[in-house]
Structures are given as C-alpha cells and as structure tokens.
C-alpha cells in the first residue's frame, strides 16, 4: 500500500475486534515508526509505554471515559512527554555531542538550545513532539494494514498515577489502541484544500 493509500484507507476505529493480536514484530514496527520520528533539536522527548495485558487494559478504560478501543484493542501505546530529560545537562550534552561537530559548534548549538527552551512551556513544546511520533506511528501503522485511534479522551492524573509516574517529569500527552477494527470505516469527512490552503 502507498503511503497516500494508507492515509486515505486510515480512520479513527471506535472497536476493535478483541480477539485479534498483534504480533510483536508487529508493534516493534509500530514502536520504530515513533523513534524514526524528527524532533525539535533532535531532542526525541517522546518515551513509550505498550500495554498489552488485559488486565491493565480493564483497569485503564474507566479512567479513558469509558471507551471500548482502550479494552477491545490488541495494543495499548501511551506517549510520555520526557520533560526532565530535556532539561537535563547530561542527556543535552549527549543529544547535541553525537552531531558529532567540532567543540564550538556543539557549544554554540547547546547554548542556542537553552535560550529556545528558557522560552518555551516545556510540557507543551514535549508534548508537541509526541504528537509528531503519533502520527508516524498511526500512518505506518496504516501502510502495513493495521487500524488505530488516536486518543485524548483520558482522566490524565488519574492515568499518570497508574502508571506511577511522576507528572513534573514525564506526563501523558496522549494514547493510541491498534489492533483490527471490528467496524465499517465511515465515510472520510475532510474540508476542501481550498478552505485550507493559502499560496503565495
Ligand atoms: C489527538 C487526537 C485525539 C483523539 N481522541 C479520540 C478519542 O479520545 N476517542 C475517539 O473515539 N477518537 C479520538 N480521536 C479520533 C478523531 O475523532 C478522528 O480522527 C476524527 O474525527 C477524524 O476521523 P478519522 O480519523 O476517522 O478520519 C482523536 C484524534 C486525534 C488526532
């Protein structure tokens, strides 16, 4: 399938068939498609977590209002946005030392970096990042002929303590189920490019 096939094929699926598996090349696949993804300053601030146990897909659907993809799903992916890392001075100095330039271009870029973020809210600017790994995920997902959805309908707090996280430092920015769709895809609803697009 081509990718624009894919992303035409592709919609928000509201029921898996719950007896359909992924298999684990399958998500490996899924996982890789998120950490190829390009990042702000090569920054990679997204962490994953695969929830495949069904019992902590039981426990995780009523703090995700209740929706049946978070049960009938295959796979459960939650993103992480990384906020500490990207403050970090070690992980800074890694990230920017593996460009593998010289002494002071790496000093230039680093400080050019700490500028950018001293004005940035980080969780956002995190969380922006993983919306990036998502949407790879969920595409090439796609072109390999696996359905998802996308998620944000979730009691955020609530999952962070269930993941035991703590939320000043990787939060949720959002989920997604994969797995087979037990449903008709509807009808693509989209707005015309024109309403869309500006040339100049
Ligand atoms: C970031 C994001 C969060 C979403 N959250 C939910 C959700 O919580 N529950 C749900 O059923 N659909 C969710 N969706 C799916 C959208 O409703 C859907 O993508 C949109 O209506 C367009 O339909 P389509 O993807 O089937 O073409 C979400 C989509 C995105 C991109």
Redesign the pocket.
């Known amino acids: 399938m081509s990718c624009f096939e894919a992303l035409e094929r ?3 699926c ?1 029921l898996f068939d719950p007896k359909h598996r992924l298999s684990k090349e399958q998500i490996d696949k899924i996982l890789e498609y998120g950490r190829l993804s390009p990042s702000s300053f090569g920054m990679e601030p997204w962490r994953f977590v695969v929830v495949e146990n069904q019992k902590h897909k039981e426990a995780l659907r009523p703090l ?2 209740g ?1 049946p ?1 978070i049960t009938t799903c295959s796979h459960l992916i939650l993103i992480l946005a990384d906020k500490a890392s990207v403050r970090n001075e070690e992980y800074i100095e890694a990230m920017f030392a593996r460009r593998g330039l010289d002494e002071k271009a790496t000093a230039g870029y680093i400080r050019r970096y700490k500028e950018f973020l001293a004005n940035q809210d980080v969780s956002c600017w995190t969380q922006k990042q993983c ?1 990036i790994a ?1 949407a790879n995920m969920i595409s090439g997902a796609a072109e390999d002929g696996i359905d998802s ?6 009691e955020k707090e609530r999952v962070e303590r269930y993941l035991g996280l703590d939320s000043a430092k990787l939060e949720i920015a ?2 997604i189920a994969f797995g087979k769709c037990a449903k008709e ?2 009808k ?3 707005l015309p490019l024109e309403r869309l697009v500006r040339w100049l």
């Open positions: 592709r919609y928000a509201k995700c209002w929706q993809q919306y998502a959805c996308p998620i944000e309908g979730f959002l989920l895809a509807p693509k609803q989209r």
